[in-house]
């Protein structure tokens, strides 16, 4: 058996998030169709994390188990001709039997563009949320860092079917800033994990405090353990990319 480790650029505009739906088209199901066809049976393929419908990724991670003996390079080039054009295999590794994308990654990095700009290139739409109302960047650039070291996300999360497990919604965020390039405001973030819709209600925050109704503590209120309401609201999907996954 081998163990094979693939990252994956996706543009997801078209497709109902990473995860498995039935009768919806999404980017673990389209892997799972072309890899089994290559293998001649079923395979599973796990992913770093599940990104959202219409988020966008130039790095993910994602691992399956096969016997096909054929070299990796060969595997890749095989993948993306089974692929639809808008889901890419980058590079194609041999991991270790107990390779794991989710569990062993170890820090992961998103970025979320915002354009400022009265009219959006319509070749740039898809992969921004259009913003060309006030808002004060310079308070936004002061407010990301906020984000930095290991608070409570519970405000920061969506609902979702693992909350009845009771996980922790603690979480680490290494690097937290904003950043302005042209009739761009650019959000990076790197942490530990994320949650549902995390960063686009992290974004979310970091606007509303650009509009003059969030102050300092009134963000940092919303990191407390046991904080009433939500944290956001949570931007749109197309804005937001998952840069890589670190191991």
């Known amino acids: 058996m081998r163990r094979i480790r693939v990252t994956i650029a996706y543009d997801g505009t078209e ?3 990473w995860q498995v739906q039935p009768g919806l088209p999404t980017i673990q199901g389209w892997m799972e169709r072309v890899v089994s066809e290559i293998e001649g049976s079923p395979v599973l393929v796990h992913g770093s994390g599940r990104t959202d419908a219409g988020v966008h990724a130039l790095g993910q991670v994602a691992a399956f188990t096969i016997e096909n003996p054929i070299p990796v390079e060969n595997l890749r080039k095989a993948i993306n001709r089974l692929l639809p054009k808008a889901i890419r295999v980058l590079d194609v590794n041999e991991e270790t039997l107990e390779f794991h994308p989710r569990f062993k990654a170890k820090q992961k990095t ?19 949320c259009h913003h060309p109302y006030p808002l004060d960047e ?10 930095e070291g290991e608070h409570d ?10 909350d009845a497990l009771g996980a922790s919604k603690v979480r680490n965020i290494y690097l937290s800033r ?4 042209k009739d761009e405001v650019i959000y990076q973030v790197c942490g530990s994990g994320f949650l549902k819709h995390m960063v686009r209600m992290m974004v979310g ?5 650009g509009k003059g109704n969030l102050g300092r503590e ?6 407390e353990p046991g904080f009433e309401g939500k944290a956001g609201p949570a931007m749109p999907a197309s804005g937001l990319t998952l840069i890589s996954v670190e191991y």
């Open 218 to 223: 009134e963000v940092l209120a919303r990191l």
């Open 15 to 17: 497709f109902h998030g």
């Open 110 to 128: 998103y970025e979320y563009h915002i354009w400022r700009g009265e009219i959006c290139p319509p070749m740039r739409r898809l992969y921004v």
């Open 138 to 147: 310079g308070l936004m650039e002061l407010m990301a860092p906020l984000f």
């Open 205 to 209: 925050t970091l606007v509303e405090a």
């Open 178 to 181: 904003v950043w302005i390039e």
């Open 153 to 162: 996300f519970s405000a920061f999360a969506a609902a979702d079917e693992k």
